[in-house]
């Protein structure tokens, strides 16, 4: 999965509001890259019933959509493959959620 470094660092501020951690550092992001002038990102969320899932989708796009160049933003929400702590969290993360 492509994950271009400058646009992670657009969407890093952004929080999961229950864990209070990053959506990069919790692996909630599966890809963002540019495909000519438009940025695309697949993201899942911590559980398909995610009450702030709706509100994390657009935190993204507007980030997404402040990047100079950006002519149209697609955030698609995935649920293939399932959000796995233990896989897709950092190790900082890890760590916070006391997964060892």
């Given at each position: 999965?492509?994950?271009?470094?400058?646009?992670?660092?657009?969407?890093?501020?952004?929080?999961?509001?229950?864990?209070?951690?990053?959506?990069?550092?919790?692996?909630?992001?599966?890809?963002?890259?540019?495909?000519?002038?438009?940025?695309?990102?697949?993201?899942?969320?911590?559980?398909?019933?995610?009450?702030?899932?709706?509100?994390?989708?657009?935190?993204?796009?507007?980030?997404?959509?402040?990047?100079?160049?950006?002519?149209?933003?697609?955030?698609?929400?995935?649920?293939?493959?399932?959000?796995?702590?233990?896989?897709?969290c950092s190790e900082d993360a890890k760590?916070?959620?006391?997964?060892?």
């Open positions: 999965m492509n994950k271009d470094e400058k646009l992670l660092a657009v969407i890093e501020p952004i929080q999961d509001p229950e864990l209070l951690m990053s959506i990069v550092e919790l692996g909630l992001i599966y890809r963002v890259e540019w495909v000519e002038d438009t940025i695309q990102c697949d993201m899942t969320f911590t559980s398909p019933a995610c009450p702030v899932g709706p509100q994390l989708k657009a935190f993204v796009e507007q980030a997404l959509s402040q990047v100079e160049g950006a002519k149209k933003v697609e955030v698609n929400v995935v649920w293939s493959p399932p959000w796995n702590p233990k896989e897709h760590m916070k959620l006391g997964i060892f």
